[in-house]
């Protein structure tokens, strides 16, 4: 007699291959060939909470004196604090509120593209949301990484955080006129940062007083 | 770092892959997740395991090997495995540099995936 027996479940395998991290770099990466056909240099700013990302912004943009060239793309969890005061200054501003994530992504920076009007605008300014340890792994097609960091917070924020820093073209340590009520020496951190990347530059800046601002531009070529 | 973000991403590949091939049950999910990202296996396969919870993919076996760093020194050419100058830090690309010249200044070669590799499922 022929016994047909059932075989039981079929097992089978789907191949995925599929890379979860990579989705966000090949959207950097159609940010940056969109930018690049604008013919607009982005600068990603990141930086700690409460470094001065914003009042470098303010800084850069009253120092380059063409408000009208310059669009900004302020990054928080919320409210539009930043926009209004980035504004005062005559630049373009587009407000991207994340709600509860700790970074920027390419995708938001992919919509806020679409909808900023760019017709003469040849800077883009990205403030990221203030973290030193996300926005780190999530390049936004930027041409330039600015690292915003301070004296107030301590003298070891460099080398907890050095992800971040390694990503850095340009280093700024601001509120350099509090160092010494601070009892920060800012050449062990300009240490730090060389030895973590030694190929960016470190500058020291007083964005309130416009102190090192020209080197900052120097630097981001802009 | 954004453990429960992946996770969630994962787990809808997952199930959406299943379904569309007429999966019953997920028996196992491979992964592939470089050391040098920020990512933390163990919190990632906690929240797959959850989120997993009341779906075909229940108590799924979840197996992730890890991805060995790969350097390039642009210095003096070297590749390979890097060098850490701090033990502790062993897999973090920041403090890596290359064995041969020292340099910092050096290109990761591979280390930083997050891959979702196959499925096993039953039909």
Same mark, same amino acid.
């Given at each position: 007699?022929?016994?047909?027996?059932?075989? $039981?479940?079929?097992?089978?395998?789907?191949?995925?291959?599929?890379?979860?991290?990579?989705?966000?770099?090949?959207?950097?990466?159609?940010?940056?060939?969109?930018?690049?056909?604008?013919?607009?240099?982005?600068? *990603?700013?990141?930086?700690?909470?409460?470094?001065?990302?914003?009042?470098?912004?303010?800084?850069?943009?009253?120092?380059?004196?063409? $408000?009208?060239?310059?669009?900004?793309?302020?990054?928080?969890?919320?409210?539009?604090?930043?926009? *209004?005061?980035?504004?005062?200054?005559?630049?373009?501003?587009?407000?991207?509120?994340?709600?509860?994530?700790?970074?920027?992504?390419?995708?938001?920076?992919?919509?806020?593209?679409?909808?900023?009007?760019?017709?003469?605008?040849?800077?883009?300014?990205?403030?990221?949301? $203030?973290?030193?340890?996300?926005?780190?792994?999530?390049?936004?097609?930027?041409?330039?990484?600015?690292?915003?960091?301070?004296?107030?917070?301590?003298?070891?924020?460099?080398?907890?955080?050095?992800?971040?820093?390694?990503?850095?073209?340009?280093?700024?340590?601001?509120?350099?006129?509090?160092?010494?009520?601070?009892?920060?020496?800012?050449?062990?951190?300009?240490?730090?940062?060389?030895?973590?990347?030694?190929?960016?530059?470190?500058?020291?800046?007083?964005?309130?007083? $416009?102190?090192?601002?020209?080197?900052?531009?120097?630097?981001?070529?802009? | 770092?954004?453990?429960?973000?992946?996770?969630?991403?994962?787990?809808?590949?997952?199930?959406?892959?299943?379904?569309?091939?007429?999966?019953?049950?997920?028996?196992?999910?491979?992964?592939?997740?470089?050391?040098?990202?920020?990512?933390?296996?163990?919190?990632?396969?906690?929240?797959?395991?959850?989120?997993?919870?009341?779906?075909?993919?229940?108590?799924?076996?979840?197996?992730?090997?890890?991805?060995?760093?790969?350097?390039?020194?642009?210095?003096?050419?070297?590749?390979?495995?890097?060098?850490?100058?701090?033990?502790?830090?062993?897999?973090?690309?920041?403090?890596?540099?290359?064995?041969?010249?020292?340099?910092?200044?050096?290109?990761?070669?591979?280390?930083?995936?997050?891959?979702?590799?196959?499925?096993?499922?039953?039909?």
């Amino acid at each position: 007699m022929k016994i047909i027996k059932s075989k $039981g479940p079929e097992i089978f395998d789907i191949e995925l291959e599929k890379d979860l991290l990579s989705k966000n770099r090949s959207l950097a990466k159609a940010n940056r060939k969109k930018l690049d056909r604008l013919n607009i240099t982005a600068i *990603d700013v990141m930086g700690s909470i409460g470094s001065g990302k914003t009042s470098l912004i303010k800084a850069l943009i009253k120092k380059l004196n063409r $408000g009208e060239e310059v669009g900004v793309i302020a990054g928080d969890l919320t409210t539009t604090i930043d926009a *209004d005061r980035i504004q005062e200054e005559g630049a373009r501003v587009i407000q991207v509120n994340t709600g509860k994530e700790c970074h920027l992504d390419a995708n938001l920076i992919r919509q806020a593209i679409d909808q900023m009007k760019l017709e003469g605008v040849k800077f883009l300014l990205i403030e990221n949301v $203030g973290n030193l340890i996300c926005p780190g792994e999530f390049p936004l097609g930027a041409h330039k990484r600015v690292v915003v960091t301070s004296v107030t917070e301590g003298p070891y924020m460099i080398l907890k955080h050095p992800y971040i820093f390694k990503q850095a073209d340009v280093i700024v340590l601001n509120k350099i006129d509090l160092a010494k009520a601070m009892k920060v020496n800012p050449s062990q951190l300009e240490r730090d940062a060389k030895q973590i990347n030694p190929k960016a530059s470190f500058i020291k800046t007083n964005a309130l007083s $416009g102190k090192g601002i020209d080197q900052v531009i120097r630097a981001l070529g802009l | 770092m954004h453990e429960f973000s992946i996770a969630s991403e994962i787990v809808n590949h997952v199930l959406e892959a299943a379904q569309k091939n007429q999966g019953k049950k997920v028996l196992s999910v491979q992964l592939e997740i470089g050391e040098l990202t920020l990512l933390n296996v163990e919190q990632v396969t906690f929240w797959i395991q959850e989120l997993f919870k009341g779906s075909i993919a229940e108590n799924t076996k979840i197996k992730v090997r890890r991805i060995k760093a790969r350097i390039a020194c642009e210095a003096c050419g070297y590749r390979g495995k890097g060098r850490s100058n701090q033990e502790d830090f062993s897999s973090h690309f920041a403090l890596l540099n290359c064995p041969r010249c020292k340099s910092f200044q050096i290109k990761i070669e591979k280390g930083q995936e997050c891959l979702l590799k196959r499925i096993q499922a039953t039909r």
